[in-house]
């Protein structure tokens, strides 16, 4: 009898050590994942101002994991690849042409400085001006010179967004659309959830560079609500429902011979209501010269005119053929000798050019209290400068929190 009752008080303790090793380990592991979460922050987007962002924060220690809904960074600043019927590939940068930069920035200075070091970009030192179409002539051409310096990337726009998703402490995770994003109280943390249910991880914090986050037109899109509720922070005096935006169509167009005459390498457009701007694309440094290619812009009326008949749903091949055509023979309308053009192909910006700042002097958003930051060029001004400023001001949100 006393044998048993040894074996089983034997049994016991060996139980509870058992147990108490399980809990050592599972208190470990606990440990480690808020340690290891309370270096991490989720970028949603890899556009210019969440890929600048990113790498400010992975230089700072901080771990970064890069959400981003396309098959690849850049944003606006993404470059098109195309490939002929023949078999030629054709690169396009159709949607921002360039970049400018004003001396007197010198934090903009410094970064881009630093970008130009590494062959990431390049000044596009050409001819500029407008057209208009009443007198069908070019007017206002300038050098380069005479207005801010203009940069591209090296060899097609989105090279800076490319090379900076693969900074060090950084991973990136393309195709990936944040459908959810929970903040838990208990936990001091934010859950992210992909658009088809799957638990992508817990963050410290959030960058959100994607207007439409936050914004109906999630729904609108996806049939879902916006991952990110801004209204739930109505203390900090954030009540954004929609951020006025307007649509353009780009473009792409590649000829066997050049373009001769046309005196500048980059224009606006007067007095027409369907195109906005046009650029030789193949004349910026680092591009291919096999073919000549320019990118077309429509103007914002057109844009809405086109999307008021068809939807904002995907446009189809159909209409995008119609678009491309009607572009064309636009430019075709100036008078310049235009050849035809052995490939030719519409993109349509549903909502990539914003209409209003919503951040101004501040450049951010920033929800401390759920270590949130909103950033993008909706926050500064329509441009790749804004999109840059407000990038660097949402990291510096999070370096100053974790310094204090």
């Not at 693969?166 to 994003?181: K, L, N, V, W, Y």
């Not at 390498?265 to 680092?286: Q, R, T, V, Y």
């Not at 309308?333 to 002097?361: C, L």
């Amino acid at each position: 009898m006393e044998s048993t009752t040894e074996n089983v008080a034997s049994v016991f303790n060996r139980l509870q050590f058992i147990n108490s090793c399980l809990a050592s380990v599972d208190l470990k592991k606990r440990l480690i994942a808020n340690t290891t979460m309370a270096s991490k922050v989720a970028v949603i987007g890899s556009g210019i101002s969440g890929a600048v962002c990113a790498s400010i924060l992975a230089k700072n220690g901080i771990s970064v994991t890069i959400f981003e809904s396309a098959r690849g960074p850049g944003g606006r600043m993404s470059q098109r690849r195309e490939h002929c019927e023949d078999g030629r590939e054709l690169s396009f940068d159709h949607g921002a042409p360039y970049f400018t930069l004003n001396a007197a920035n010198s934090e903009l200075q410094s970064l881009v400085n630093a970008w130009e070091s590494r062959g990431l970009v390049a000044q596009w030192n050409a001819k500029f001006g407008s057209f208009d179409y009443s007198s069908r002539s070019f007017v206002s051409v300038y050098e380069d010179q005479e207005v801010s310096t203009r940069y591209v990337g090296v060899p097609g726009m989105n090279s800076v967004c490319k090379a900076l998703c693969q900074d060090p402490g950084i991973e990136t995770r393309f195709g990936h659309t944040i459908g959810r994003s929970d903040w838990l109280m208990d936990q001091n943390a934010w859950s992210l959830t992909s658009i088809d249910g799957q638990d992508v991880g817990h963050f410290m914090g959030v960058v959100a560079t994607d207007k439409n986050t936050f914004l109906s037109r999630f729904t609108d899109v996806t049939g879902k609500q916006p991952p990110i509720d801004l209204s739930s922070d109505s203390g900090d005096g954030f009540q954004i429902k929609e951020i006025p935006a307007s649509p353009r169509f780009a473009l792409m167009l590649a000829f066997s011979e050049s373009l001769s005459s046309i005196p500048i390498k980059g224009f606006s457009f007067k007095n027409s209501e369907i195109l906005s701007w046009a650029h030789c694309d193949s004349s910026k440094p680092g591009r291919s010269t096999t073919s000549e290619r320019w990118v077309l812009h429509s103007t914002a009326k057109y844009a809405e005119l086109i999307i008021s008949q068809a939807g904002l749903q995907k446009p189809s091949p159909a209409l995008l053929t119609k678009v491309a055509e009607e572009l064309f023979q636009e430019f075709q309308r100036t008078g310049i000798d235009i050849p035809q053009p052995f490939f030719k192909k519409a993109h349509r910006w549903g909502s990539a050019f914003p209409a209003v700042s919503i951040a101004r002097e501040e450049k951010c958003l920033w929800v401390e209290k759920r270590r949130l930051a909103i950033c993008g060029d909706f926050c500064v001004m329509p441009n790749v400068e804004g999109a840059i400023s407000s990038g660097i001001a949402a990291a510096a949100k999070f370096v100053e929190m974790l310094a204090t």
